[in-house]
T-cell receptor, first 112, second 113 residues
Framework: DTGVSQDPRHKITKRGQNVTFRCDPI?????LYWYRQTLGQGPEFLTY????????KSRLLSDRFSAERPKGSFSTLEIQRTEQGDSAMYLC??????????FGPGTRLTVT | GENVEQHPSTLSVQEGDSAVIKCTYS??????FPWYKQELGKRPQLIID?????GEKKDQRIAVTLNKTAKHFSLHITETQPEDSAVYFC????????????FGSGTRLQVQP
């Protein structure tokens, strides 16, 4: 499968724990986006990278969230001190410059 | 920032009928408008997109229209089939620079056989 992949697909954690998700974009894509989707809503933008540079962060991205894209390849999204309100589907997308964004299957986070 | 409103939230049609989903946007700088289809438990997939230099685009049974003056755009699906049943999201962004998508809240389309 040469599409966008995400790991893990599901994560259950207790409130207060830290979690980290990984996204592997399509290999030639230089842009990588993170979105969050809650039930019944459209995806909400969190942050995006062009190569290894994080170019924009949404106001939704509190200081408990951090994202990295070392070497401009895969990306990680870490949530520290998780809260129940963090429960959502975290979607990654990639594109080549301003082309179509291809989405990954998402990581579903449940905070208990 | 950009705000995208989408209507209706649910739509039920008979197989073979047409379906229309409408979106409005707030940022006049937005000039790229994609539509995504998301089946239950699956990733969003782009089905059609339009840029502000055209008013209409068609791909087989799917068409999108854009009215930049009124800041609204619509998805039209003709001859609907049961496999068209899914949640459809409109989105808006600027075609240069930022390009992060602002999504509408989605329309659940159900095509009754």
């Amino acid at each position: 499968d040469t599409g966008v992949s995400q790991d893990p697909r599901h994560k259950i954690t207790k409130r207060g724990q830290n979690v980290t998700f990984r996204c592997d974009p399509i290999s030639e894509h230089n842009r990588l986006y993170w979105y969050r989707q809650t039930l019944g809503q459209g995806p909400e933008f969190l942050t995006y990278f062009q190569n290894e540079a994080q170019l924009e962060k949404s106001r939704l991205l509190s200081d408990r969230f951090s994202a990295e894209r070392p070497k401009g390849s895969f990306s990680t999204l870490e949530i520290q001190r998780t809260e129940q309100g963090d429960s959502a589907m975290y979607l990654c997308a990639s594109s080549f410059l301003q082309g179509e964004q291809y989405f990954g299957p998402g990581t579903r986070l449940t905070v208990t | 920032g950009e705000n995208v409103e989408q209507h209706p939230s649910t739509l039920s049609v008979q197989e073979g009928d047409s379906a229309v989903i409408k979106c409005t946007y707030s940022d006049s700088a937005s000039n790229y408008f994609p539509w995504y289809k998301q089946e239950l438990g699956k990733r969003p997939q782009l089905i059609i997109d339009i840029r502000s230099n055209v008013g209409e685009k068609k791909d087989q049974r799917i068409a999108v229209t854009l009215n930049k003056t009124a800041k609204h755009f619509s998805l039209h699906i003709t001859e609907t089939q049961p496999e068209d049943s899914a949640v459809y999201f409109c989105a808006a962004s600027q075609d240069t620079g930022r390009r992060a998508l602002t999504f509408g809240s989605g329309t659940r389309l159900q095509v009754q056989p």
